[in-house]
């Protein structure tokens, strides 16, 4: 590994929601630093005023605390936001201008507009011809003075060596006319000032890329290494949008995916470590390194996703499923009676069915709420007045039971089914869609130990009235 310390960044424009391709980055960002025991720095791209807003900062600040990423340097520490650092940049514009690597150009947008479509005519990239370059101005847009010949190879640790001829390139402008910098400056005296090893950022940024390091020579600082990470794609193989549905770490969290989850399917996409699909957060940061990073695009797969979210949820244990399935339960307009150790148990006996907490508190919503109907198939079938007689009978020995637990509800029901010469599936049955409307549940006589005996006499006597309705 390089002699430097290892000082990574994740550089996020705040022009919208964290988008899973840059959580990914974030992700790979932070795990190169904490393997190296390195520094992770939180910087906020907010040069473009018109599309950065302080509510995206607080929503892609939150997506990464929420994700587990935590940065050694940035905000609310000042000095993080581009907005906070234009003198910095000015003096490095200053430097550029003093050692004769920049120049400043009076051209007018008329001017380079002809020469732009002038060069659109002939069908080439529109380069700057260079006119100001020897006019000695004292004023104006502000241009690196770039190399004519040869080339800038930029040696990426995910890519390799990629070549971009100076010919392709031109006089990039650094500072507008009105004194304000532009993107690519602000990333450089960013990288530099902040004492950045490694740019590690999605491979979009490429093409910048043979800009900034011909900034970086002009300023005589040492260039950093560069690893551009490949784009995430939707299952048509174009760029992941919200067209796909989640596009955002914000909508995967709000789709009831938990950040376990979230971070081993990011880690896994593009990165890989044998077959193994499950890792600790703890494995990552020993095991990830840059360099195993595919430099193909990773296609996201939502069903693996929900794979991987289910294997968490099913290890988990019930206190903080809880803790994680409250605002779900909120959300779906249901409030919790059940005390803590109810509620744990609950999660436990729901975790193996669903493959997100939305999922979770649907399939568990019986215990937050009496059903509000009951399957009409099925009651159709268990309600009746036999079925009304039944629910009394087991309401009757419920009441008298001593120890409310599964394996003694479980005892009265053996009991009760010889004593009426039925199979213990009708009464379990019958039970199940009168306590949760429904003929499907997790273990029935969990679910009745858990509800308590209270909760369950009063479902077991609104469903006894319900079943005589039932002719
Ligand atoms: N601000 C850029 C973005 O959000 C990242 C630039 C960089 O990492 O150099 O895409």
């Given at each position: 590994m390089p002699d430097i310390p290892v000082r990574v960044r994740f550089a996020p424009s705040p022009t919208g929601h964290l988008h899973v391709g840059g959580g990914r980055t974030a992700l790979f960002n932070w795990l190169f630093a904490r393997h190296h025991g390195g520094t992770f720095i939180l910087r906020i791209e907010d040069t473009d005023k018109s599309r950065s807003t302080d509510e995206n900062i607080d929503v892609i600040v939150d997506a990464l605390s929420w994700l587990g990423?935590?940065?050694?340097?940035?905000?609310?520490?000042?000095?993080?936001?581009q907005t906070e650092r234009f003198e910095i940049y000015r003096a490095h514009a200053e430097r550029l201008v003093r050692a004769g690597r920049a120049y400043y150009c009076d051209c007018s947008p008329e001017t380079l507009d002809a020469e732009r479509k002038a060069a659109e005519a002939r069908k080439e990239t529109f380069r700057y011809s260079?006119?100001?370059?020897?006019?000695?101005?004292?004023?104006?847009a502000l241009r690196l003075r770039i190399p004519q010949d040869g080339a800038t190879v930029v040696?990426?640790?995910?890519?390799g060596p990629v070549t971009f001829e100076h010919?392709?390139?031109?006089?990039?402008?650094?500072?507008?006319?009105?004194?304000t910098p532009t993107y690519n400056f602000c990333v450089v005296v960013d990288d530099v000032t902040m004492r950045i090893s490694h740019v590690i950022?999605?491979?979009?940024h490429l093409s910048n890329t043979p800009k900034q390091i011909l900034c970086y020579e002009a300023l005589d600082y040492a260039v950093p290494a560069f690893a551009h990470v490949s784009l995430i794609l939707g299952q048509d193989k174009?760029?992941?949008?919200k067209r796909h549905g989640a596009a955002s770490v914000q909508a995967f969290r709000e789709a009831g995916i938990i950040p376990e989850a979230l971070v081993n399917y990011l880690a896994r996409l593009g990165w890989?470590?044998?077959?193994?699909e499950t890792f600790t957060r703890d494995e990552l940061v020993r095991l990830?390194?840059?360099?195993?990073?595919?430099?193909s695009a990773a296609v996201f797969d939502i069903a693996k996703l929900e794979w991987l979210n289910q294997e968490y949820l099913k290890a988990m244990d019930g206190a903080r499923l809880a803790e994680l399935a409250r605002p779900f339960i909120a959300r779906a307009g249901l409030g919790v009676t059940l005390d803590d150790r109810r509620l744990a148990a609950a999660m436990e006996t729901l975790r193996e069915r669903a493959k997100t907490l939305v999922e979770l508190v649907e399939v568990g919503r019986f215990y937050f709420e009496r059903?509000?109907?009951?399957?009409p198939k099925a009651a159709a079938k268990f309600f009746g007045a036999a079925g009304a007689q039944r629910l009394a009978r087991l309401a009757e020995r419920l009441r008298a039971l001593d120890d409310f637990t599964a394996p003694a509800i479980e005892a009265v029901y053996r009991d009760l089914t010889t004593a009426l010469g039925l199979k213990l599936v009708d009464l379990a049955q019958l039970t199940r869609l009168a306590v949760t409307?429904?003929?499907?549940?997790?273990p029935l006589f969990e679910v009745l130990a858990i509800l308590g005996r209270d909760e369950t006499l009063a479902r077991l006597e609104a469903a006894r009235a319900a079943a005589e309705r039932v002719a």
């Open positions: 990423l935590d940065w050694d340097e940035g905000p609310p520490t000042p000095g993080y936001r260079g006119r100001c370059r020897d006019r000695g101005l004292e004023a104006g040696d990426d640790l995910i890519n010919r392709q390139l031109d006089d990039w402008i650094l500072v507008r006319t009105d004194g950022r999605g491979t979009d174009k760029r992941l949008s890989s470590h044998g077959d193994q990830f390194d840059v360099k195993d990073v595919a430099s059903p509000p109907d009951y399957d409307g429904r003929t499907a549940s997790p």
